[in-house]
């Protein structure tokens, strides 16, 4: 209803800047939610992600910038179909988190915690990184929403490359901390985020 009210009474440019700023507020909110709820012990300021990294702040920065300097109204098709990506990619995350429960980090685990189960309900029996899945096409769908082109691509390489080395890493991590679980998960499981090879995980950590 919020969404159709500002199409019918205001100008696109201002809907769009005004689900961006919605959208944004809603991500940081929910990271930090999902900490307290099911990670309470590591919950602080950085749950909310804002600090992420300085990559983090100038693309976001970037993202604004070409917002207010491009000549164009966004189209509304390009917002609606933004704001799909960003719903859909947001809900995936948090229920991932949700199913992951206290085996979620937003930090790599080096070093396997006692108390750590490989998840593998749920969206999990589906998805490899279905958290990942979620934010990579969040992040796309919120360029979509300003309809941003040069960030639009600039998200997709940023999103993917950061991905595309993360992932990997994590894999040969689980594989050390369930060499007798984890390749058979990611035979029976997929990755949706495109160009990332779906490869059984390297040999367990010496």
Not at 17 to 24: E, P
Not at 100 to 119: D, G, P
Not at 190 to 195: H, V
Request: net charge neutral; hydrophobic share 45%.
């Amino acid at each position: 209803l919020f969404v159709v009210l500002l199409f019918q009474h205001t100008t696109n440019r201002t809907v769009c800047w005004s689900l961006y700023a919605l959208i944004l507020c809603t991500f940081h909110a929910l990271e930090f939610v999902s900490t307290a709820l099911y990670k309470s012990n590591d919950l602080s300021y950085d749950s909310f992600l804002l600090n992420h990294s300085k990559a983090y702040h100038i693309a976001m920065a970037s993202s604004v910038l070409e917002y207010f300097v491009e000549p164009f109204d966004p189209p509304k098709w390009c917002t609606a179909a933004g704001l799909l990506l960003v719903v859909a990619g947001q809900s995936l995350r948090f229920v991932a988190m949700a199913t992951a429960r206290e085996n979620f980090a937003h930090r790599i685990m080096v070093y396997r915690e006692k108390e750590h189960r490989l998840v593998t309900h749920g969206v999990y029996s589906v998805l490899r990184h279905p958290a990942y899945t979620g934010w990579f096409w969040w992040s796309i769908g919120t360029q979509l929403v300003l309809a941003n082109p040069i960030c639009f691509f600039g998200y997709f390489w940023a999103s993917w490359a950061f991905f595309h080395d993360r992932i990997p890493f994590e894999e040969h991590t689980l594989a050390a901390f369930y060499p007798d679980q984890y390749p058979d998960y990611v035979k029976r499981t997929w990755l949706a985020i495109p160009f990332i090879p779906h490869t059984t995980p390297p040999s367990p950590i010496a």
